[in-house]
């Protein structure tokens, strides 16, 4: 048996049971249509579960080869996604007619350019670059006049402090392009910005960061389906954060959201315009806004993907939408009916992320996981997990990955799903040291 370059033989071993050899798309026909999926993560493994489920065969690649799609795929090489050329390679000896993301907000220019590589469908490397590029995405929005944050772009100190004469205080501190909540602070002080801002822009590929006016309200989750230059509004959720330094997780989603009246419909249209102004003409886009209390409307940012943070599952569960389906159909630039890109049920919910406090888990050493049968017994709950070993750490919330499972609910209301939700979670017993 041989492994890949960088890949365990455990890895290699699991491959190889499922006749993943050095050449296993080359010793047989290619019958079923073939996607690319561009990373192979946990929530690229769903999405590649699902592709098959619908008759597709699926082509993978990761850079880690312990990633658990590489061996849900019926095609895989380990390639760190940043070598376009060699995905590019790969896509063509694999004979794939299309290619997506998941969740991966760096792998959407690599999706865009391998697709105009391959000559596939995509949204193109200009628009991949504005939705994945903060500062770019700014100064269109802006351009479009798009209400947003005050902003600056920051590469040194000297440019850090000017910007915050421009921006103010309290403000956030961004990487250009990343995401995952890795390198975000909130600024209260000049002496923050010196702090943090080596952190900021080490998290950037081009070494480039953010300054944001920081404005309290209610944070929504936005997802917008665009079809042949048609945009349209999927879902409106409310994105609860807890307080310190985990700030800008979602730990909370709440379907449909608690606003109601002017300040709902103003943060619908400008979901809609922001995903405009980017030009996505064909894809699934995530606004994300904020509303104060006085109603202002702000866009936070807009992502070219399917979102992480269960929203695939939320769209699934509350509205019937299946968002994998509709992205791998786009990627093959098939025509989108109404009956896979618009609401055909609508059904509260919410999604209580298992956190370390202020949520239920405990941070420490884990000694010990219960039983996840009573989360899903529980009243209202229709799906659940927990990504938890014994010998792991439980820290406090600091990024996305912090998160270490999830319980959705559903009930008559949202705020009944949510409670739902919340017992439900105080349900699963860990013990740490």
């Known amino acids: 048996m041989w492994t890949y370059w960088g890949e365990s033989e455990d890895a290699a071993a699991r491959r190889f049971s499922r006749g993943m050899g050095p050449a296993h798309f080359l010793d047989r026909p290619v019958v079923a249509t073939t996607v690319l999926l561009v990373g192979a993560g946990r929530h690229q493994r769903r999405a590649i579960a699902r592709a098959q489920e619908l008759g597709f065969r699926v082509a993978a690649v990761d850079r880690n080869a312990e990633a658990p799609g590489l061996a849900a795929a019926d095609v895989a090489e380990v390639i760190d996604f940043s070598d376009i050329a060699r995905v590019a390679d790969f896509g063509e000896r694999a004979g794939v007619q299309g290619v997506l993301t998941v969740s991966a907000d ?143 997780v979602g730990w909370i989603h709440v379907y449909p959201s608690t606003l109601a009246g002017y300040p709902l419909e103003e943060a619908e249209r400008e979901a809609v315009h922001g995903v405009r ?88 050493k884990v000694r010990s996981v219960g039983a996840l049968e009573p989360v899903l017994a529980a009243p209202g709950v229709v799906q659940a997990e927990v990504f938890l070993a014994v010998g792991e750490t439980i820290r406090p919330v600091r990024l996305d990955g912090d998160r270490r499972g999830y319980v959705i609910a559903v009930g008559e209301t949202n705020l009944e799903a949510l409670d739902r939700a919340e017992a439900a979670a105080r349900l699963l017993e860990v013990e740490v040291e």
């Open 277 to 364: 102004a980017l030009g996505l003409r064909d894809g699934i886009a995530f606004p994300q806004l904020i509303v104060s209390d006085s109603g202002d409307v702000r866009i936070v940012e807009v992502a070219a993907r399917i979102p992480g943070g269960q929203m695939a599952d939320l769209a699934r569960h509350a509205v019937g939408v299946d968002l994998v389906e509709l992205a791998l159909r786009q990627a093959l630039g098939e025509e989108i009916g109404d009956e896979l890109a618009r609401p055909q049920r609508q059904q509260p919910l919410a999604i209580r992320f298992l956190t370390a406090s202020p949520g239920p888990l405990p941070t420490g």
């Open 106 to 248: 760096r792998a959407v220019p690599v999706v865009a350019a391998v697709a105009e590589a391959l000559g596939l469908p995509g949204i193109g490397s200009a628009t991949a670059h504005l939705m994945t590029h903060k500062v770019a995405m700014r100064r269109r929005l802006a351009e479009i006049g798009v209400p947003q944050p005050r902003f600056a772009a920051v590469r040194n100190l000297h440019e850090g402090r000017a910007a915050l004469d421009t921006v103010g205080l309290p403000a956030v501190l961004k990487p250009s392009d990343s995401g995952g909540q890795r390198g975000v602070f909130r600024l209260d002080s000049d002496a923050d910005l010196e702090l943090h801002l080596h952190a900021a822009l080490a998290e950037s590929a081009t070494r480039e960061a953010i300054v944001e006016s920081f404005h309290e309200g209610i944070e929504l989750n936005g997802l917008v389906v665009a079809r042949r230059g048609t945009v349209e509004l999927l879902t409106l959720s409310d994105r609860l954060r807890p307080p310190g330094i985990g700030f800008g």
